[in-house]
């Protein structure tokens, strides 16, 4: 989801543009891409239920961790804001560092040990 997430954002921000999201803390991200990385996540989570019949709740519970994963990025970049710093490598030139890409994982990671917590989750084991 974080992948679908983040290449849906990636195409339909910079395709269709339109009002940024956030644009003092991460001012290339816009609507049109924080929507379309839902819809991606979506039509993931749809996709892997017709294949798998994992069944139907898996669609919001996909657009739930892009909700999350988007969080992540938005959590990290807050933070660098405050410290002053651009990226958080160099390491990886031109994508903000090593971090950029973990820090949606991190929030969906997180998200999903916080329901594996307070639900009971079936074959989902942390």
Excluded: C
């Excluded at 996909?62 to 969080?71: C, E, M, N, R, T």
């Excluded at 002053?84 to 890409?101: A, C, F, T, W, Y």
């Amino acid at each position: 989801m974080v992948v679908a997430t983040d290449v849906g954002g990636y195409f339909a921000g910079r395709l269709i543009g339109g009002p940024k999201f956030w644009p003092l803390v991460s001012p290339k991200k816009t609507w049109a891409g924080t929507v379309a990385g839902w819809i991606l996540a979506a039509a993931v989570g749809l996709a892997f239920d017709l294949f798998t019949r994992v069944g139907p709740e898996i669609v919001p519970l996909s657009v739930l961790l892009s909700i999350a994963s988007q969080w992540g990025d938005i959590s990290k970049s807050v933070l660098k804001r405050r410290m002053g710093v651009k990226d958080s490598s160099n390491l990886i030139p031109g994508h903000g560092g090593m971090l950029d890409r973990f820090d949606a994982m991190l929030g969906a990671s997180l998200f999903m040990l916080a329901l594996n917590l307070l639900f009971d989750m079936p074959g989902l084991v942390f």
